[in-house]
């Protein structure tokens, strides 16, 4: 037997040389660690990259907008000889598969929604194509082709921008890469300046060229932060490239909004304007293959990370893990051969104190031989007496509870048997009271689809509980949509995304809908007008009540005829007819609000008051009409003169005013009006193809430096329009001049 103290310091040895292999192996695991730090960045960027519902996004901006399905259906619309149709439906088949790779995704019913529209659009575009290829608008102009159809570009921009603000979240100062080039491919194609330019060419516009020239700055600043982010000379040439392109559009947007002035048709527009877009397009092809070589070095580097701690662990699993391993094998075998010797020796000093203790309990030396030897036997025999009476007690107890169970049993069934006749009599009252409710809702449900207005009943904010076909021709929604498995919320997510509600977060503004909605209709029934813009924008009377089991009923009215009436008479009482000018009502208004705004600001303000030169001799030899045609053409050179801060009324004849806000000093104002003197005196050419010229007189009172007084500045202008009319007319004269004129002969006067 080996002695216990040798054992001891067996087992001191083997611990200190785990414990060294312990510390190694701990070294080994913090190289592994370090190792996988390194490469934290780079696995970051690669799983950011390799996100697939970014590269949806991308991939579906790509396909509707700069070269793909939008571009090629405007320009099959401006250029239909030659045949860009047939490449549209190929973009639309593009289109499709990048929507099933999206629709493939866990999309949220926000993406849902914003995914129908789309689709919506899609269904559209597929129809105006067809037409297109079947010559049906081949006798149109391509404006007039454009209005024909039913395909709302803006609506699925706007679908498109919440996708990607989903996906991407708010567009930061520091955006990822992937990001900076989707929102580059929106500066530049569908909703950026493809899209604006040619719908301002189909459309005449004015804010679309405005849209336009935003879109151009958007895609240059974002082309400056590519610039930045470029890492090889490859990648800044194809941002020059681009860079080239965007700048030829500019011009364009220039040329064309000139060319719009002098009345020359789309067609003629597009072809003097018309870019080279293929290097731009492979310019930003270059920009993507980096960002996917980008993605795959990503990937490589995780990959050489993730191979130097495998191999690490290897190393250590070899070097450190199995000797240690070894070592407790040795341990366990040290053990397995001294506790049997160990176990042998209790197992004797047990023995013989268990006999010893036997022997004290069985001490019988009291007692007969005979009686000690049947003292087992009859304990055995008392137990098992014992036992049979207990399970006769447990047997008789057990029958009781049977019978008591039975007789509850009894009564139970009965009292089902009661209540089942009962039901049944109940089901058959039932039965024939569905029989004629459904008559009832049959006939009721035949009245609401005869109505002229929409209806649409939900239980609360969720469940649609029914609808009719009217309400969905109203709201411009395919009837499909609606269904019992939709709910109130959807219907507004889907109205938000599509821009009913004004722009901002969809999700936030059905919130905030469904929030006034649950304050007003507490109060009664809510009434409200609502402008959809469906197929054909309308505007709805909307009354909508929440019935005491907490179902909502919603009623649509058509009043967009009453709508637009309203807001002609409204147009009419603060403008002129003839010329569309404000008139002397909104003049009043305008100036008493600009002069609250100049007192409280400091800035300078000036009057113009305007009175043409040779207008009468017009009316009296070409008659009121040609009168008139000068008076129009000569309001629309005076928008067009004025910027957006300033006001123009025609306050009689041939009379107007001129409020002008933000002025440095009253000199500004004489420049511009010798500027406007200028484009008054161009001639005029009347329908019946005469030429005629007319000039005018200007007189200029500026704010505060004349007066601070209204009625005393109209004076003062006045003043010194008679001043420019008395001095020879077809000039400016401004009240200063006036001023010195009437004190010239006060001072000759008084040095006599």
């Avoid at 527009?269 to 731009?280: H, K, N, Q, S, T």
């Avoid at 008591?404 to 009292?415: D, F, H, R, S, V």
């Amino acid at each position: 037997m080996r002695k216990p103290g040798s054992l001891v310091g067996i087992i001191q040895r083997h611990f200190v040389r785990m414990s060294a292999l312990a510390v190694l192996l701990c070294c080994g695991l913090i190289f592994i660690g370090y190792v996988l730090a390194d490469t934290k960045e780079e696995w970051s960027a690669a799983v950011e990259l390799r996100d697939p519902r970014p590269l949806a996004v991308s991939r579906l901006r790509h396909q509707l907008g700069y070269g793909g399905l939008v571009h090629h259906y405007l320009n099959s619309i401006l250029r239909p000889e030659n045949a860009l149709a047939e490449t549209t439906t190929f973009d639309l088949g593009a289109v499709r598969g990048a929507m099933l790779d999206f629709q493939s995704l866990d999309v949220s019913p926000l993406e849902r929604t914003a995914l129908t529209i789309i689709n919506d659009e899609l269904d559209q575009v597929h129809v105006a194509l067809e037409q297109m290829k079947n010559g049906e608008f081949a006798d149109l102009s391509p404006s007039d082709a454009y209005a024909s159809f039913d395909v709302d570009l803006d609506r699925m921009a706007n679908a498109v921008s919440t996708l990607a603000t989903v996906t991407f979240g708010e567009f930061g100062e520091t955006p990822p890469h992937h990001q900076l080039l989707s929102e580059f491919e929106a500066a530049i194609g569908l909703d950026g300046i493809v899209h604006h330019l040619k719908v301002f060419l189909l459309t005449a516009d004015p804010k679309r060229a405005e849209r336009t020239y935003d879109a151009t700055a958007r895609a240059q600043a974002l082309l400056e932060q590519l610039k930045l982010r470029a890492a090889s000379n490859a990648e800044r040439e194809a941002v020059r490239v681009i860079n080239q392109t965007v700048l030829q559009y500019i011009a364009g947007i220039d040329l064309a909004v000139e060319m719009m002035s002098q009345g020359r048709t789309p067609q003629e527009i597009d072809a003097a304007i018309r870019v080279d877009d293929m290097p731009a397009i492979s310019g930003y092809a270059t920009l993507v293959s980096f960002e996917m070589a980008r993605m795959e070095r990503g990937t490589e580097a995780v990959g050489r990370g993730i191979l130097i701690a495998q191999i690490t662990a290897l190393l250590i699993f070899a070097l450190f893990v199995v000797p240690f391993v070894l070592l407790f094998v040795r341990i366990t075998l040290g053990l397995i051969q001294v506790v049997p010797q160990w176990a042998e020796a209790l197992t004797t000093v047990a023995d013989g104190l268990a006999k010893e203790q036997f022997e004290k309990n069985q001490d019988y030396s009291g007692l007969p031989a005979e009686l000690a030897a049947l003292e087992e036997p009859f304990a055995a025999i008392r137990r098992t007496l014992w036992f049979r009476k207990e399970q006769a007690l447990e047997g008789e107890a057990q029958v009781d509870t049977m019978a008591a169970e039975n007789e509850q049993m009894a009564t139970k069934i009965a009292a089902v048997n009661d209540d089942l006749r009962m039901a049944t009599r109940r089901a058959e009252k039932a039965a024939k009271e569905a029989a004629k409710a459904s008559e009832d809702v049959n006939m009721m449900g035949g009245v609401i689809e005869a109505m002229s207005h929409g209806v649409l009943a939900t239980r609360g904010f969720d469940g649609i509980l029914f609808w009719n076909l009217r309400l969905s021709e109203l709201l411009g929604i395919p009837s499909g949509w609606f269904s019992r498995d939709r709910s109130l919320h959807e219907l507004l997510l889907y109205l938000a995304t599509r821009g009913d509600f004004g722009s901002g977060d969809p999700t936030e503004t059905v919130q905030n809908v469904i929030s006034f909605m649950g304050e007003k209709l507490t109060e009664g029934v809510l009434r409200h007008d609502l402008s959809i813009k469906g197929n054909d924008e309308c505007v709805l009377a909307l009354e909508i009540v929440r019935r005491g089991d907490g179902t909502i009923v919603f009623s649509a009215t058509d009043i967009t005829a009453r709508h637009e009436l309203a807001v002609a008479m409204e147009q009419q009482a603060i403008s002129d007819p003839l010329t569309g000018l404000a008139n002397r009502t909104a003049l009043n208004d305008f100036t008493s609000s600009m002069l609250k705004h100049a007192k409280r600001s400091g800035e300078k303000a000036a009057i113009l008051a305007l009175d043409l030169d040779g207008f009468k001799p017009i009316n009296d030899h070409y008659g009121h009409g040609a009168g008139d045609e000068v008076l129009v053409e000569l309001a629309d050179r005076l928008r067009e003169e004025v910027r957006e801060t300033d006001f123009v009324a025609r306050t009689g004849g041939d009379e107007f005013i001129l409020v002008l806000l933000h002025l440095d000093d009253g000199m500004g104002a004489a420049r511009f009006a010798n500027r406007l003197l200028r484009a008054i005196e161009v001639p005029v050419r009347l329908s019946s193809g005469e030429d005629v010229s007319v000039s005018g007189s200007i007189g200029i009172s500026v704010f505060p430096d004349h007066t601070e007084d209204l009625t005393l500045l109209y004076r003062k202008a006045d003043e010194a329009l008679y001043g420019a009319k008395a001095a020879g007319r077809n000039c400016v004269m401004t009240y200063d001049e006036i001023a010195a004129e009437a004190e010239e002969p006060a001072d000759v006067a008084k040095s006599a």
